[in-house]
């Protein structure tokens, strides 16, 4: 769905929640307590933050109240539903990625309250999904630039390094990792290839050679980029094109992120890559992921720190 159909389709606040409880019950409302259908209807008066339609349990033992919006990241939302349907379908149409002043200028809406909306939908955009067939791999470093000549190098506890994997025609994985040795790559490989994997190619770093030689035994390729950067099928080339485009985005359109938020903003970009040609479904698939996902309280966002990207 295309920003244009969401204004079109969802001018009020009660369109959404027609939407949204269409998507959570298409076989009609049900208790989120106890699973009874029994249930019935309290019709309360217009306010701010409240939801107007409430639901009550007829289930003897039960009897609890709920709206179409418990449980889910939209409970007791201050953000009209309009307005993240909005920001939904702005975040999913940007390749590139939108940023929260951005949003903030769309929205009307202050900075802190964009940047939280914003943080809440890439949590929805975490993929789990193993990958398996013909794997890229490489890793790339998200500094910017080395430090200017006479400027002292400060050490940073933490490396902004992301392990990319990548299908060759399928899915892409984004990974921040604390370093680029092998005891803190290895495992991350592990975990996101399938050891059914058809062939894992990567370049000639000792890293790769030394864990995928041992752990994926016979179905690891290198090419060395000193001599060539392709040689027939083996070449690292569909993942140095997903970190351009992932630096292009986080470059051009943030600046700059902090390395405590980085795994949001890979998974943003991996959600969207992975849907390229599927615009349409992508507001409907990011809006159901909303609803099952669990509440990310600001406190835990900031936790240790403050608002920054």
Same mark, same amino acid.
């Not at 790559?185 to 050891?195: C, F, N």
């Given at each position: 769905?295309k ?5 079109a ?5 009660t369109?959404?929640?027609d939407?949204i ?31 107007m339609?409430?639901?009550?349990? /007829? ?8 709206s ?32 929260a ?11 802190r309250t964009?940047?939280?909306?914003a943080?809440? *939908? ?9 990958l ?7 890793? @790339?470093?998200m500094?910017?630039r080395k430090p ?11 490396? &902004?390094?992301?392990l990319?994997m ?7 994985? /984004?990974?921040?990792v604390? &370093?680029?040795?092998?005891e *803190?790559?290895g ?11 058809e062939? *894992?190619?990567t370049d000639?770093?000792? @890293?790769?050679?030394i864990?995928?030689?041992k ?11 000193i001599?060539s ?6 070449? @690292?080339?569909h ?6 485009l ?8 943030f600046?700059?992120?902090?390395i ?6 890979? &998974? ?7 849907r ?9 698939g @990011?809006l ?6 669990d ?6 966002l900031?936790?240790n720190?403050?608002?920054k990207?």
């Amino acid at each position: 769905m295309k920003l244009i159909d969401v204004t079109a389709k969802f001018k009020t606040d009660t369109d959404c929640l027609d939407y949204i409880q269409a998507m959570r019950w298409p076989n009609g409302v049900g208790c989120i307590h106890c699973g009874s259908v029994s249930v019935s209807t309290i019709n309360r008066t217009a306010g701010k933050n409240k939801r107007m339609r409430i639901y009550q349990c /007829l289930e003897k033992g039960c009897g609890k109240q709920f709206s179409a919006t418990s449980g889910t990241i939209f409970n007791d939302t201050h953000l009209p539903l309009t307005k993240w349907f909005i920001a939904i379908a702005l975040i999913c149409e940007a390749k590139k990625g939108m940023s929260a002043c951005q949003l903030q200028r769309h929205l009307g809406v202050n900075y802190r309250t964009a940047w939280y909306l914003a943080h809440r *939908i890439r949590e929805a955009m975490k993929d789990g999904s193993i990958l398996s067939g013909e794997v890229e791999a490489d890793e @790339t470093y998200m500094s910017r630039r080395k430090p200017r000549k006479g400027r002292p190098y400060v050490k940073k506890d933490k490396k &902004d390094v992301v392990l990319g994997m990548i299908e060759r025609g399928g899915k892409l994985r /984004l990974i921040p990792v604390n &370093d680029a040795k092998m005891e *803190i790559i290895g495992p991350v490989l592990s975990e996101h290839i399938s050891p059914e994997v058809e062939t *894992i190619y990567t370049d000639s770093a000792a @890293t790769y050679a030394i864990y995928l030689g041992k752990h994926f035994s016979g179905k690891h390729k290198t090419i060395n980029h000193i001599q060539s950067y392709a040689e027939g099928k083996t070449h @690292t080339q569909h993942i140095e094109n997903a970190f351009s485009l992932l630096k292009r985005g986080v470059y051009g359109t943030f600046h700059k992120v902090s390395i405590k938020h980085l795994g949001r903003y890979c &998974d943003e970009f991996s959600y969207r890559f992975n849907r390229r040609g599927e615009q349409l479904q992508m507001f409907d698939g @990011t809006l159901r992921s909303l609803l099952h996902r669990d509440v990310l309280p600001f406190k835990t966002l900031i936790a240790n720190g403050n608002v920054k990207c």
